[in-house]
């Protein structure tokens, strides 16, 4: 299979930038070496590859990062898979390619609690990784389970220290906003991320995505909060959706800059941050050299604060936009979509059953209507 066609993109790859600070050579790209996830979380839409877990081989991932820096001059490589240690053989071999012909080049790669060992992280940071990335989302136990079962806090604990102790950096993802959030909630995961001591942390607002397990419960109901249907706002900087427990979107924007202000202003961050001030120079460069840009966008926001929040409250919907689209789910997605929003444990058999006689009824995401097309 051909690598991706990196010389169209104009300027690749010095026009194009790793989020900053997370990286320490010059110049960065992003591959994804594998599609699809075996999981369920609640918000993670898996229409696509469905059940599927593919991966480029080992020796293919090796090539293709050479082939990224004999041509580019690329060094240092974010994979963005969804589950990069998903099939521990894959990671071996790369790393033990990339330990016996080393490549000069360092990357970052996303894992989950439990899909990994100190064996493989040692192997991990031989092979050049600087940084490894896990989803945590939330800290209290009750979202956890609602939203990302199988996963415990003393696990992540755990894998933090592993993290650490391997000499790796880890970053924590956490999503703001997610149906059972509560003030109280956030200001415990909030805690919880200042206990872990991370080296980075990236808190997303909530956005359901259409496919995902919870995207009915949002979008098509008010049982849980309510949302703003619109798509051009639902990227993860926006808060589209309104839990019960908050009073409106305002209250969710202060807390989530309390939060962030909070975790880059802690002294245990700062204290990191600075010793690694020259590692980072390419970053803090690229900071220096915008500066004005910088600060002339920051202007425009506070000279315009009132028009903006005007224009922000009379923010009509597209004409064009589709609103309560089904998203078209297969029998497989169906089921596991019951298993992982079922309120009690239920097994996938359970759950056939349960979907056996609405499918039945012609219903356009059931079963029947899927195998239909599928003929
Ligand atoms: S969020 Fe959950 S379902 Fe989605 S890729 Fe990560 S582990 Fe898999």
Redesign the pocket.
């Known amino acids: 299979m051909p690598f991706p066609a990196y010389e169209k993109l104009a300027g690749f790859p010095h026009a194009y930038h790793l989020p900053l600070f997370s990286y320490e050579k010059r110049h960065g790209a992003t591959m994804i070496t594998s599609r699809g996830?075996?999981?369920?979380?609640s918000?993670?839409?898996?229409t696509v590859f469905e059940r599927l877990y593919k991966t480029n081989s080992a020796q293919y991932t090796y090539a293709h990062m050479k082939y990224l820096r004999d041509r580019f001059g690329v060094h240092h490589i974010n994979m963005y898979d969804?589950?990069f240690t998903a099939k521990k053989q894959r990671v071996f071999d790369l790393c033990q390619l990339l330990i016996e012909k080393p490549l000069g080049i360092q990357w970052n790669c996303?894992i989950?609690t439990g899909h990994t060992s100190d064996e493989m992280l040692a192997k991990l940071k031989q092979a050049g990784v600087l940084m490894v990335s896990m989803?945590i989302?939330s800290a209290d136990p009750d979202m956890m389970e609602r939203h990302?079962a199988g996963v415990t806090l003393d696990a992540v604990r755990d894998t933090v220290r592993q993290i650490r102790a391997a000499g790796l950096r880890a970053k924590g993802l956490f999503i703001f906003g997610m149906p059972g959030e509560t003030p109280e909630t956030v200001r415990t995961t909030s805690d919880f991320i200042l206990s872990l001591e991370l080296d980075e942390m990236n808190m997303t607002k909530f956005s359901p995505l259409h496919g995902a397990p919870i995207w009915d419960e949002c979008a098509n109901s008010d049982s849980s909060g309510e949302m703003i249907e619109d798509w051009r706002l639902m990227n993860c900087l926006n808060f589209v959706f309104l839990p019960h427990g908050f009073k409106s979107r305002e209250e969710m924007d202060a807390l989530y800059n309390w939060h962030v202000r909070r975790f880059y202003d802690s002294k245990a961050y700062r204290r990191r941050f600075a010793k690694r001030l020259w590692a980072h120079r390419w970053s803090f460069w690229h900071v220096v050299r915008h500066l004005p840009e910088t600060i002339a966008a920051a202007r425009y926001f506070s000279l315009n604060r009132e028009q903006l929040v005007r224009t922000k409250g009379e923010f009509v919907l597209h004409p064009r936009q589709p609103v309560g689209l089904k998203p078209f789910l297969s029998p497989d997605l169906q089921i596991d979509n019951m298993v992982s929003m079922s309120r009690q444990r239920i097994s996938r058999r359970e759950a056939m059953k349960a979907l056996a006689p609405l499918t039945g009824n012609g219903n356009a995401c059931g079963m029947s209507a899927f195998r239909q097309a599928a003929v």
């Open positions: 996830c075996p999981y369920t979380c918000f993670c839409d898996r969804d589950l996303a989950r989803g989302e990302k």
